[in-house]
């Protein structure tokens, strides 16, 4: 590739060969951006097929991270990436053929440096399950637009992020969870000009899960690990409500 990419996409992975068809196909199938695309896979110690099926992908790089964590692997995609604009997934994940294309629309304000999309479940998910999703895409939306820095947050599985914020504050934090949502509190204290905004095209879906109580389960490991970060703020009462009804008044 002699010219430059517009986007470069990295996504982490251990042990997700069952999805990473389904992942990169989606990804090699995107809507033109105006620019090439690059995908970079990162590998952290997979001890399955996983490296195989990416190498059957002679247009997708493959990396590999020996350091355990998805942000660790990220940041080793960071390094290599080449492009301005850098686009995270998950390889349980597989995006909407528009995808890129909403990144790039979004990150044409200056003023926006992160962006985190619409993260919605299979079709066979339960219906309790889907019924969560749709209150965490309005809470997502709610949350940044209506409140202050403190309760805002991203999610490394559908979030984009200029190459210059982390040239200017530095890349992840080699955290187990949250380190998405660390830098969008290290964005605001460094650069508090800059800002995170939420994209309803910029979707995914999610194949991790299918229950609602396995989503539970891993979203109370974020309430806990986002306690680490001193800037951050849960959601109270009169916020959740809020996004309650924003979530009903968006539905109708």
């Known amino acids: ?3 430059l990419p517009r986007v470069s996409v990295i996504v982490p992975f251990f042990n997700r060969q069952p999805s990473l068809t389904a992942c990169i196909e989606a990804l090699l199938n995107q809507e033109d951006v105006g620019g090439p695309v690059e995908i970079i896979m990162v590998d ?3 001890t399955d097929d996983s490296a195989a099926v990416v190498r059957r992908y002679p247009q997708v790089t493959l990396l590999r991270e020996e350091s355990p964590g998805a942000y660790a ?3 080793a995609g960071i390094r290599q990436a080449r492009a301005p604009l850098l686009a995270f997934t998950d ?3 597989v995006t909407d053929r528009r995808w890129l294309q909403s990144v790039c629309d979004g990150m044409r304000d200056p003023g926006v440096a992160i962006l985190i999309g619409h993260c919605r479940y299979p079709a066979e998910a339960s219906w309790a399950l889907t019924l969560l999703g749709a209150y ?3 809470k997502a939306e709610y949350v940044l ?4 820095p403190a309760y805002h947050f991203a999610y490394g599985n559908n979030m984009a992020v200029r190459a210059s914020l982390f040239a200017q504050v530095g890349p992840f934090r080699l955290w187990a969870r949250a380190a998405d949502t660390e830098l969008v509190h290290r ?5 508090p000009d800059l800002r995170v ?4 095209d910029m979707r995914i879906t999610h194949l991790e899960f299918l229950r609602v109580r396995d989503r539970v389960r891993r979203l109370s490991l974020y309430t806990r690990t986002n306690a680490q970060i001193a800037s951050f703020r849960e959601l109270g009462v009169a916020e959740r409500a809020g996004v309650l009804l924003h979530l009903v008044r968006g539905s109708r």
């Open 187 to 191: 964005m605001t204290a460094a650069r």
């Open 91 to 93: 390889a349980d994940c």
């Open 73 to 75: 692997s990220r940041n």
């Open 197 to 200: 905004e939420f994209r309803p």
């Open 136 to 138: 965490e895409n309005a």
């Open 1 to 3: 590739m002699t010219e």
């Open 44 to 46: 952290n110690g997979s």
């Open 145 to 148: 637009t209506r409140c202050a």
